[in-house]
T-cell receptor, first 113, second 112 residues
Framework: DAGITQSPRHKVTETGTPVTLRCHQT?????MYWYRQDPGHGLRLIHY???????DKGEVSDGYSVSRSKTEDFLLTLESATSSQTSVYFC????????????FGPGTRLTVL | GNSVTQMEGPVTLSEEAFLTINCTYT??????LFWYVQYPGEGLQLLLK?????DKGSNKGFEATYRKETTSFHLEKGSVQVSDSAVYFC???????????FGSGTKLNVKP
């Protein structure tokens, strides 16, 4: 199994509070991704990174920011959490952009009250 | 743009039945196609993939063929088992930073 961990695995927070989710990999893969999973929508891309300090927006990036200061860590921040951001968040990694599969972490279940 | 459409679930089958889960896609360029499986409480695991037209991906008795003419990548298995009960996702990737586009998922329930 690819070495991907996510922390925390579960979190309950209140509307308006900041939240940071962490993705850590031990594979030295260049590409990292954050998705959210919601019923009826599958997985939707929030942000992705193609190198240290190189990030870009996905299809559902509003209300989220990311940072990648080291190859192994990719942080997702909700600056001011809202109930619509209640979801399961998955991190994924990929070795290259050349039609490679993505490997997924175990997910973080976030509940915003 | 890129998008994936897969059949609505849940799909309920008896053990040893034949499985088909339909997947069609819209893409710019020449995508790769994937099937992922998700067991309860877990992340997604790659089931199989195909990188060009007419390729067949296969794994653990599951198969899917990349059909460019019908823009499809249907998942099939000849004889399902209770342990195949899971949610199955069809996805495509492009060469643009290997971003993935997922279908909405199909839940499969296999009864003994």
């Amino acid at each position: 199994d690819a070495g991907i961990t996510q922390s925390p695995r579960h979190k309950v927070t209140e509307t308006g509070t900041p939240v940071t989710l962490r993705c850590h990999q031990t594979e030295n893969h260049r590409y990292m991704y954050w998705y959210r999973q919601d019923p009826g929508h599958g997985l939707r891309l929030i942000h992705y990174s193609y190198g240290v300090k190189d990030t870009d927006k996905g299809e559902v990036s509003d209300g989220y920011s990311v940072s990648r200061s080291k190859t192994e860590d990719f942080l997702l921040t909700l600056e001011s959490a809202t109930s619509s951001q209640t979801s399961v968040y998955f991190c994924a990694i990929s070795e290259s952009a050349d039609y490679n599969e993505q490997f997924f972490g175990p997910g973080t279940r976030l509940t915003v009250l | 743009g890129n998008s994936v459409t897969q059949m609505e679930g849940p799909v309920t089958l008896s053990e040893e039945a034949f499985l088909t889960i339909n997947c069609t896609y819209t893409a710019t360029g020449y995508p790769s196609l994937f099937w992922y499986v998700q067991y309860p409480g877990e992340g997604l695991q790659l089931l199989l993939k195909a990188t060009k037209a007419d390729d067949k991906g296969s794994n653990k008795g599951f198969e899917a063929t990349y059909r460019k003419e019908t823009t499809s990548f249907h998942l099939e298995k000849g004889s399902v088992q209770v342990s195949d009960s899971a949610v199955y996702f069809c996805a495509l990737s492009d060469r643009n930073f290997n971003k993935f586009y997922f279908g909405s998922g199909t839940k499969l329930n296999v009864k003994p």
